[in-house]
């Protein structure tokens, strides 16, 4: 009974929050953007600091944790054994961690920086193309995957090896006791996640359905309106709601396993009839500037002002915070999928190498877009600056074999869009359930719905800025849950293993 009202308890409360969300915003929808637009302006020059520090501490945590005497801890039983293949794992990965995002803004954030760079350089010119690449794949790099590593790594060393449920109040069993789930503390722990992670998935869908739209405007001249918005949100809900429902085995992994192979296909097919020696020559030089100018612009919150810090404040501020909405759905999940896997493989396989794969995917879109720009073939700057959705089938207009990849291109945005609300959907229903690792379909059904209904409602109320009010006010709160969950995961593991003690 208890364990019912503590399921009961948690799914009641956040629900009423979500649904009262999504009233205000259909019925008060000047209001809601008032007030949203309120909190996005107090949170960006007030705790724009916080949101950089936050995020530099866990880049730091995990890398620390690999390389310590804890690298070699598998999470799970001594001699458990990886769930799912790499591949089948790095597929799921990158379609629950990046997906949509990555699609979205792949063309269309260099190209928008080459118009507006935030590093000094002269608008248009070779030296603004190699910032905006610079600053897209810091974007993009380790900081993101950083913050679903210290989540993912928590969770599952407690649920693996120490039986807890898969809650985020989880992580705070050094500090609350063995019913951290049951405390006043961790009750609102784990609604503070639901809601973060319904702020964080409604951004990626909302930025999905503008990106369809888009599309199927450039390929069969639809028009760009909230009712199209609306049908595309309501037909990959249902399907995304029924692919949750479905389990891990079945649609989620087959899902993850096809955006795997359509990311290579358009990636290999634009590297081989787009400016192949560009993308190389942009991916090393890309690599070459980020690693340059790593720390410097992981801790730079421009104090006095002027250009840059706006652009922080639109671009990077969102960027992190954007990341930390998504922590706790994706952190969850990645747990889920990882299980067996030693700590320091864990680290490189979450952290390094989806970040390379970021590179690569700007490297190549972003530097084939950069390219007819400086060789005059199209003027993509402009298109990207009146609609950052349409970068990638205006640039598709002059690549060879274009039509066929941007019709590619829209199935792997829809696909995206799936797997992002399939993952979330059944983390929310993990979460409002006890943690249980199969929770209910009718839990999904709701959850489902309530996440597309919320999409939409930021789309109505906003559009593109509303998405991002959303992922920063919904981080906010977490951000401190997320530094408190370092803490306690390297607590717990210097209890359980003294100096000395073999750990395996």
């Known amino acids: 009974m208890a364990k019912q ?90 379609g629950a961690g990046m997906g949509v995002g990555l699609v979205f803004y792949g063309v269309g954030e260099p190209l928008y920086h080459f118009a507006t760079p935030p590093f000094g350089a002269v608008a248009g ?75 964080g998935i409604a951004t990626s869908l909302g930025l999905a359905a503008l990106q369809l739209n888009s599309g199927l ?9 909230a009712s199209i918005q609306l049908a595309i949100i309501a037909v990959l809900g249902v399907a995304y709601t029924g692919t ?18 359509l990311v290579c296909l358009l990636a290999g097919g634009l590297l081989l009839f787009g400016p192949t020696l560009i993308i190389f020559e942009t991916l090393v030089t890309g690599i070459g500037g980020y690693l340059s100018n790593l720390v410097s612009e992981s801790f730079s919150v421009a104090p006095y002002g002027g250009e840059y810090k706006s652009w922080l404040s639109s671009w990077t501020i969102y960027y992190w915070a954007w990341w930390i909405a998504w922590a706790p759905f994706v952190g969850s999940f990645i747990a889920r999928i990882s299980r067996g896997r030693s700590i320091r493989q864990f680290v490189i396989g979450v952290l390094m190498v989806p970040a390379l794969g970021s590179f690569c995917w700007f490297a190549i879109f972003g530097g084939t877009g950069l390219n007819l720009q400086l060789s005059g073939v199209a003027d993509l700057a402009s298109v990207v600056s009146a609609d950052i959705s349409t970068g990638v089938f205006a640039m598709y207009q002059h690549i060879s074999m274009g039509g066929i990849m941007s019709a590619v291109m829209l199935l792997l945005i829809g696909t995206f869009f799936v797997t992002s609300g399939n993952s979330s959907t059944f983390v929310l229903s993990m979460y409002s359930t006890h943690g249980v690792l199969n929770p209910p379909k009718s839990r999904m059904v709701v959850w489902g719905t309530l996440q597309a209904a919320f999409a939409f409602v930021l789309l109505l109320t906003g559009g593109l800025k509303a998405l991002q009010i959303a992922s920063i006010t919904a981080a906010g709160p977490f951000s401190f849950i997320m530094i408190l969950a370092c803490v306690c995961l390297w607590r717990a593991l210097n209890k359980e293993f003294a100096p000395g003690a073999e750990i395996k």
């Open 5 to 94: 009202n503590q399921d009961n308890y948690v799914y009641i409360i956040s629900m009423v929050i979500m649904v009262a969300l999504v009233m205000i915003g259909l019925f008060a929808s000047d209001a809601f953007a008032a007030a949203t637009g309120n909190i996005f302006n107090f949170l960006s020059k007030y705790f724009g600091w916080w949101y950089m520090l936050a995020m530099n501490c866990f880049v730091i945590f995990p890398i620390v944790l690999a390389c310590s005497r804890f690298g070699k801890l598998k999470l799970g039983e001594a001699d458990s054994r990886p769930e799912f293949s790499n591949v089948a794992w790095f597929g799921m990965l990158f």
């Open 125 to 199: 010119s070779p030296q603004a193309a190699e910032d905006a690449m610079r600053a897209s794949f810091f974007h993009w790099g380790l900081h993101p995957w950083a913050g679903y590593s210290v989540i993912a790594l928590g969770l599952a060393y407690f649920q693996f090896r120490k039986g807890a449920p898969g809650l985020m109040s989880s992580l705070f069993i050094p500090i609350l006791g063995e019913n951290a789930h049951r405390t006043l503390v961790g009750r609102a722990v784990d609604v503070f996640t639901i809601f973060a992670t319904v702020g």
């Open 217 to 225: 405007k450039y390929m069969f001249d639809l028009p760009q309106s």
């Open 244 to 261: 949750a429902v479905s389990g891990i085995d079945k649609g989620i992994k087959f899902l993850g396993n096809l955006n795997l192979g």
